[in-house]
């Protein structure tokens, strides 16, 4: 069954797309072609990938916006080209040259040394130019005005770093991090290590959780795909979210889940067995899909109606409501220029209504005539 036959009720479309970002374009540019060709407003992606990245950029389509929050904490993973001897205000190719210092001669077993210091858990500071905000304002516009702001570090989780090659001015790495992780300021600081400064010069997402780069749809295809066939390649919330657990409410139940509501969980069939705390996604009888859910223990007012109630399912997405969104006509516009009818002018004594809104007539009153 397909994403939009499963989900009849679903006035827009829903679901995930993986693009590959080329290098030059921003993650701005993604969506809003995205938008532009399935005429949405709601697209939203996963994480930015700076103009110089390319790779796995997540699209969250229509309602699916809503499932950001559940894929914002997937691992990524990258491969990342250093410079070294160079270093930049930007961290990467693209900014203005701070530095230039010899590069002595490195081993791989010198450079191991380096990495094995920034694997685990660490405190990492933001670069200036970035998309984070201090004081209402974004770090790269005070970046750009000459003000340093001060920044508070962040902790991050180095999942791997591994070393894959290493020539005389460059040395390339593959990376598998936390969310929030910058791998401009991870290679600056691994270049300042090896005591000749770094910045990077080229970088590719090869992998957000289970979607890899093998798998993107590319950027200059979209282009050729007319709208329904990007809503046949939008992956359903079941793909999107393969380790919640699944259900259909019954007939009874169904208002309720559609209200937002919490279920009585001998209301619901499920797919496989569930424990207290887990998430759920809840279609109707007739696989309509309503959103996600929690197992969660019965309130007070649960109890009272139903002492021996062991669990509820309580409402954490709502997805799909049980009424369309409201859609008003547009106004049509007057007519401008040459065919636009003119006002007829108001004339005084002409058009005078009494006070239910009707002119008055004068009888019409002939002089009497003469025998």
């Not at 208002?255 to 919490?262: E, F, I, K, P, V």
């Not at 209301?267 to 996600?292: C, F, H, K, N, Y």
Request: glycine share 8%.
């Amino acid at each position: 069954m397909s994403n939009r036959s499963a989900n009849v009720n679903v006035f827009e479309p829903f679901g995930l797309l993986n693009v590959s970002k080329p290098r030059g374009k921003t993650s701005f540019e993604v969506v809003g072609l995205l938008r532009k060709l399935l005429h949405v407003k709601k697209v939203g992606h996963t994480g930015t990938l700076d103009p110089i990245a390319s790779g796995v950029l997540l699209l969250c389509v229509g309602r699916a916006t809503r499932l950001l929050e559940y894929l914002m904490a997937l691992p990524k993973s990258y491969v990342a080209w250093m410079k070294l001897g160079v270093t930049t205000d930007t961290l990467d190719s693209t900014g203005k040259v701070l530095q230039v210092r010899e590069v002595p001669e490195f081993s791989p077993e010198d450079v191991e040394l380096v990495l094995s210091q920034f694997r685990g858990e660490l405190k990492q500071v933001p670069p200036m130019f970035s998309a984070i905000k201090r004081d209402g304002r974004k770090l790269y516009v005070l970046a750009r005005q000459g003000v340093q702001a001060n920044v508070e570090p962040r902790d991050i989780t180095i999942h791997k770093l591994e070393l894959q090659s290493l020539s005389a001015s460059t040395v390339q790495l593959e990376i598998s991090c936390s969310k929030g992780t910058y791998i401009r300021s991870l290679c600056a600081d691994i270049g300042e290590k090896l005591g000749c400064g770094a910045h990077v010069f080229k970088l590719q997402r090869t992998k957000i959780g289970p979607w890899e780069m093998d798998n993107a749809l590319p950027y200059s295809r979209v282009f050729a795909l007319s709208r329904d066939e990007i809503l046949d390649q939008l992956e359903p919330i079941e793909h999107i979210l393969p380790d919640f657990a699944r259900g259909e409410v019954s007939p009874v139940a169904e208002h309720y889940a559609l209200n937002g509501l919490s279920i009585d969980i001998d209301q619901v069939r499920l797919a496989s067995e569930i424990a207290m705390g887990d998430p759920v996604i809840l279609r109707t009888w007739r696989g309509e899909l309503i959103g996600i859910f929690r197992a969660t223990e019965p309130s007070g007012s649960d109890l009272e109606r139903r002492p021996s109630l062991p669990m509820v399912l309580r409402p954490e997405k709502i997805l799909l409501t049980s009424s369309p969104p409201k859609r008003y006509p547009s106004r049509a516009r007057k007519p401008s220029g040459s065919r636009a009818r003119s006002r007829r002018p108001y004339r005084k004594g002409r058009g005078q209504g009494n006070k239910h809104g009707r002119s008055r007539r004068r009888p019409n009153r002939r002089p009497p005539t003469s025998h």
